[in-house]
């Protein structure tokens, strides 16, 4: 009876903002939809729906409980590292051994942009020190309409810049009063759109028009989806990298058992992962 009418508030949802939750855990959305129930008053789910019918801005309310957004500059830092010393100068090495000067990343879920905009300096960081020609562009994509915005405003509170080195701070920040805005060079460099990973008639955010990733971030999303809607994420991430693409997961991530062979873990540190083939 709980899970018809957890069903039921999916449903509206659904039919209300077009947003379908449904492949999502079903643990995680109880969670969240009883801190909505929590904060309306409602008695139960029945009650909810009937406050959700009566009040179409608590619809928002749940989206945001849903899209919880949590993120900083250079998230764990052993990863970023890698992608520093390792990654992109192996993607600028190979690019310009096959005078290719086009290199195409994906931050997908993107949340409020702290991690394609850490992407964006290390690229700017590499580009000024070795003079190259390779031209990046950075998609990043989220479910979140709203993070998305505040993306692109690229202003941030002390929480998500306390892991970012002091010159960095000092080059790439300016700082007003509690906030720090990010510099309009490396906001160009990030394109940031809605997209759904589930979404059925797109096998990549429309933006790129095509795929053909070098690198793709797609951290802490997986651990969302139940099993069977995380091969349908899967399968496009596979399928959008380019030959010997990189994959970055979140630590709490692993490819699913049918696309283990077709993955190459690039370290022990780091859930980092080279496409085979």
């Known amino acids: 009876m709980k899970n018809q009418k957890l069903k039921d508030v999916l449903n509206l949802l659904h039919e209300q903002r077009g947003f379908d939750f449904s492949g999502y855990r079903i643990s995680m959305l109880e969670r969240r939809v009883q801190k909505r129930v929590f904060a309306t008053h409602s008695k139960d789910l029945n009650e909810y729906i009937t406050f959700l019918n009566h009040h179409p801005d608590e619809f928002d309310n749940l989206i945001d409980v849903f899209t919880i957004n949590v993120s900083r500059f250079f998230r764990n830092s052993l990863s970023f590292e890698y992608i520093t010393k390792i990654i992109i100068p192996n993607l600028f090495l190979t690019k310009t051994r096959a005078s290719d000067d086009i290199l195409r990343i994906w931050s997908a879920g993107c949340s409020f942009g702290e991690e394609p905009y850490s992407i964006a300096i290390i690229l700017n960081e590499l580009l000024k020190k070795e003079e190259s020609n390779i031209k990046p562009t950075i998609f990043a994509t ?113 490819p699913i058992d049918e696309f283990k062979h077709k993955f190459k873990r690039e370290n022990k540190c780091s859930k980092i992962y080279r496409k085979i083939g």
């Not at 300016?174 to 990973?197: A, C, G, P």
């Not at 091969?231 to 979140?250: E, H, P, Q, R, V």
């Open 142 to 254: 989220d479910i979140d309409k709203k993070a998305i915005a505040r993306a692109a405003v690229g202003t941030y509170g002390f929480e998500s810049i306390k892991k970012v080195k002091y010159g960095i701070l000092e080059k790439y920040f300016t700082k007003e009063e509690s906030q720090f805005k990010l510099n309009q060079e490396i906001k160009n460099r990030v394109q940031f759109s809605f997209y759904d990973m589930l979404d059925k008639n797109r096998a990549v955010p429309p933006e790129s028009i095509f795929g053909g990733f070098d690198l793709i971030l797609c951290r802490n999303v997986l651990i969302y989806f139940e099993p069977e809607f995380q091969k349908i994420i899967f399968n496009k991430l596979y399928k959008s990298l380019n030959k010997n693409g990189y994959l970055i997961l979140g630590e709490a991530e692993v």
